[in-house]
């Protein structure tokens, strides 16, 4: 195994992580920043106003989104086992 070939790997690996949190990660950030301007234009300072929105949005997000990011780790996966032979020997 060439440091080129791990490198590669690791490279494919960082670009499936983010492509596959970006969704949820986006839309929590999104609700977290509507949340505080309520929060700051309301000036209520309720601690768990502003977690119980964001846990239920990315559930939300990994309701609608959680096929097609497990379609795209599969397919990570499944280029990682095909190639198998070409990492190892």
């Known amino acids: 195994m060439t440091p080129e070939l791990i490198m590669k790997i690791a490279q494919s690996s960082v670009y499936t ?3 596959v949190t970006a ?10 920043l509507i949340v505080s301007i ?8 309720e601690q768990t106003l502003a977690f ?7 559930l939300i997000a990994l309701i609608i989104f ?3 990011m497990l379609r ?16 190892v020997g």
Do not use: C, D, M
Request: glycine content about 8%.
């Open 17 to 19: 992580i983010l492509l």
């Open 23 to 32: 969704p949820a990660l986006g839309i929590g950030l999104l609700v977290g």
């Open 38 to 45: 309520f929060q700051a234009t309301t000036q209520i300072q």
């Open 52 to 58: 119980i929105p964001k846990i239920v949005s990315i």
């Open 66 to 68: 959680g096929p097609w």
């Open 72 to 87: 795209i780790l599969v397919q990570f996966t499944l280029e990682i086992f095909e190639n198998l032979h070409r990492y």
